[in-house]
């Protein structure tokens, strides 16, 4: 008997093994008939004789005609790989993941072998990887230790269109990387909107090849008037396609997660109180940047029959990513957008109007596969008179310390920051604004010359602040701290339920941290979040303490990951410049954090403000002084006697119904005298030149913090 169950055991498990590869290759094989049917492919020839011929080529092609997955296959097929890798940036981390995941199922290799991708504190390749997706920013820092990025035989920007900071700056480099390599390297510009003429002549007049899709007839109707809420009306405008229309997906543009998280569920309320049988089976379904996996795959995956699926998506859908079967696009008209404005500090989340070329993307994307219909929320009016031609492109309105920083530690000799060769240029506000942010927290001297400590900065994939910050921490012993924190503030978003958010809803909630989660201490909250990170290494990284504190596991994780990163990347540092302390293991007791917030305190230098009883709030301190408030989801309160801080440093100005200090800690009055002291000496019509190499002990790298015997503060806690 035990013989015969064996034998069944094998023949099932045998039977198993078939089915299994069975499967695998049919769907290799339904996607190889999908792929064949792609615009691009019928320009195969055309496109390689292109790139064959010319060391750059701009390709504009309609959104889903196959430029981010079947490129890099065509090039790869015609022996391009031989020489080197092929990279292909994106703007946005779930892009480069969910097309790199596409690819390598269309190849029939496994994800990380051939096809991989590498994104911020997550590097899914290998020797083998000869086609890799990137976000650009990866693509930036890997060419600091490799300048002619020299693995690679074709560099792929793709989404070009979206003009992200970090896909402009590539382009100045390709530019240069063009002239040094230009035997073997192929740069291709990919975009679906993109000004094509323009980029052209900016690599000094390179080809541009069109694609053209086939996209059906999409009708376009307009609302009379500007509809009160959005989403309400997103709403209603949804349910009346569901039950008067055929069949065809419903591709729902709304402006950020809060939204979509809003209408998903009173989607799904209403259709449940539709009455049965009335109408096809339906599907709601999210679709944002900081989707789960699990959930993208949702998105991507057919359909069950008869039943129609509901998208809600952000801008993302525009043209990151092609979700097949949409037939209805309803367009609220708004996205969320972030602007820095260099002359306050400040960065606003700010719903704001899309453009005409967003409208018309948004539209494109109901006449994929046959021909759809687009509801535009807003009138016809309002189409042609309000919305602008274009997006404004990122560099024009975000802070640009890091990128300046960037280019500053390039080895490129005499570079003039304020001359660089943009594709649109940054106002002279900004770019000076960056250089005195970077002058404050010693990047570079007063002459615009990156110190040493500028560079060891730019090793590290953190914004400035915190890059000097875990040097700073260093030296004062206090580094496994300061690890922590920056780790979890790159995943702080996502952690706690009301942390992140910055929408008027939760200004008017102050958060109440679970009761067993820690509160900072009366420090702020970076200090909290490392106490609750140092409580999670107790628990031994427990997933249940996570539930139960309502901690987000997947970001925890996530923090765990990046420290461990971040601390590697300290060890490699400390055998060229640092002398990273090893005392991973040692558990700072400090009941004050001194050490800690004095390091936040160098590293935040031009995010410093000082209270003002007077106004009721801070004012900042540095360039331009402006009235600010400490955001109510912050920790940092008033202690039992009605005592607020007089300084602090902050991570973030944020503006929404008023200015906002968000993620605020205590510092102590005599580590913000020098700052100020320094911010006297400075001089930005000095700090834009230079040259970029460091200069063997400039006073910056004299600067680097002596371990001064630390004086014992008295509080600098005035009454509120
Ligand atoms: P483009 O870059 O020109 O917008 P893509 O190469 O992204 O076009 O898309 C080509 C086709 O591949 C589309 O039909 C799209 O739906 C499909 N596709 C792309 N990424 C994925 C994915 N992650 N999963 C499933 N299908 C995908």
């Known amino acids: 008997i035990q013989l015969e169950g064996f034998r069944v055991l094998f023949i099932s498990f045998f039977c198993y093994q078939i089915c299994e590869v069975l499967e695998f290759k049919t769907l290799a094989f339904a996607l190889r008939i999908r792929m064949a049917n792609l615009p691009i492919l019928q320009f195969e020839d055309k496109i390689l004789e292109t790139v064959n011929q010319n060391p750059v080529v701009v390709i504009i ?79 930036l820092r890997e060419s600091l230790s490799d300048p002619e990025l020299k693995q690679y035989s074709v560099i792929i920007l793709d989404e070009a269109h979206e003009r992200s900071l970090n896909t402009d700056i590539l382009m100045g480099l390709m530019k240069r990387l063009i002239r040094l390599r230009a035997s073997n390297l192929k740069v291709l510009i990919t975009s679906a909107t993109l000004d094509g003429e323009k980029v052209s002549k900016f690599f000094s007049d390179c080809p541009i090849l069109n694609v053209p899709g086939k996209l059906y007839p999409v009708e376009i109707s307009y609302s009379s008037e500007q509809p009160k809420s959005y989403i309400e009306s997103s709403l209603r405008k949804a349910i009346d396609i569901h039950v008067n229309e055929p069949e065809g997906d419903i591709l729902i543009f709304m402006t ?83 602007q820095y404005n260099p002359s306050t500090g400040m960065y606003s989340l700010d719903v704001v109007q899309i453009s005409r070329v967003q409208a018309n993307q948004r539209a494109g994307r109901a006449g994929r596969t046959r021909p759809g219909k687009c509801y535009r929320l807003y009138p016809l009016a ?51 604004d960056a250089l005195k942010q970077l002058f404050l927290i010693d990047a570079i001297d007063e002459n615009g010359t990156i110190t040493r400590i500028g560079k060891t900065m730019s090793e590290l994939p953190l914004e400035p602040s915190l890059a000097r910050t875990l040097i700073e921490a260093n030296e004062y012993d206090c580094l496994t701290q300061a690890l922590t924190v920056a780790a979890m503030l790159s995943v702080e978003g996502t952690l706690l339920p009301g942390r992140s958010k910055s929408s008027k809803s939760t200004e008017k909630k102050r958060k109440h941290p679970p ?82 917030r004095k390091s936040l305190c160098v590293g935040y230098a031009s995010q410093l403000a000082e209270r003002s009883i007077r106004h009721n709030g801070y004012k900042t301190l540095g360039f331009k002084s402006q009235l600010v408030q400490v955001h109510p989801s912050s920790v940092l309160r008033e202690d039992e006697e009605g005592m607020l801080p007089n300084y602090v440093v902050y991570h973030e100005l944020i503006s929404t119904s008023r200015a906002f200090m968000r993620n605020v800690c205590e510092v102590e009055m005599q580590w913000v005298t020098p700052i100020l002291q320094k911010l006297e000496k400075l001089n930005v019509n000095k700090l834009s030149g230079g040259s970029n190499q460091p200069v063997e002990n400039t006073q910056e790298d004299q600067n680097i913090p002596k371990k001064e015997g630390l004086t014992d503060d008295s509080s600098s806690r005035i009454q509120a």
């Open 61 to 139: 092609g309609e959104t889903g005609s196959g430029k981010s997955t079947q490129l890099s296959q065509i090039l790869h097929r015609s022996g391009y790989t031989k020489s080197g890798a092929i990279a292909v940036t994106q703007p946005r981390r779930v892009a480069a993941v969910s097309v790199s995941r596409r690819v390598a199922q269309e190849l029939d290799v496994r994800l990380g072998d051939e096809v991989g991708y590498a994104i911020r504190f997550e590097d899914r390749t290998s020797e083998r990887t000869c086609i890799k997706y990137l976000t650009d920013g990866v693509l």
């Open 256 to 338: 950020g997660q809060d939204d979509i998280e809003k209408l998903v569920s009173k989607l799904e309320e209403k259709i449940q109180s539709l009455e049965v049988g009335s109408c096809m089976d339906a599907l709601v379904l999210p679709l944002h940047g900081s989707l789960p996996p699990e959930m993208q795959v949702r998105v991507f995956s057919p359909p069950p029959p008869n039943c129609r699926r509901f998208i809600v998506a952000t801008n993302i859908a525009e043209t990151s990513l092609t979700v097949d079967g949409v037939v209805y696009v309803i367009d609220s008209g708004y996205v969320k957008q972030r």
């Open 382 to 432: 309002v189409y042609h008179d309000n919305l602008l031609d274009a997006t404004v492109p990122e560099i024009q309105r975000s802070s640009l310390a890091g990128s300046v920083l960037y280019l500053k530690s390039l080895d490129l000799p005499d570079i003039d920051i304020l001359k660089f060769d943009f594709l649109d240029s940054p106002s002279l506000e900004s770019l000076q």
């Open 515 to 596: 009761s067993e989660l820690p509160d900072g201490s009366g420090w702020g909250d970076h200090i909290q979040l490392l106490q609750i990170y140092e409580l999670w290494d107790q628990t031994d990284y427990s997933i249940d303490w996570c539930k139960d504190n309502n901690l987000q596991v997947r970001g925890m994780l996530f923090a765990k990951d990046v420290r461990k990163q971040l601390s590697q990347i300290m060890q490699k540092i400390a055998k060229g410049s640092l002398d990273v302390r090893r005392k991973e293991r040692r558990r700072d007791r400090e009941h004050d954090y001194k050490n800690l």
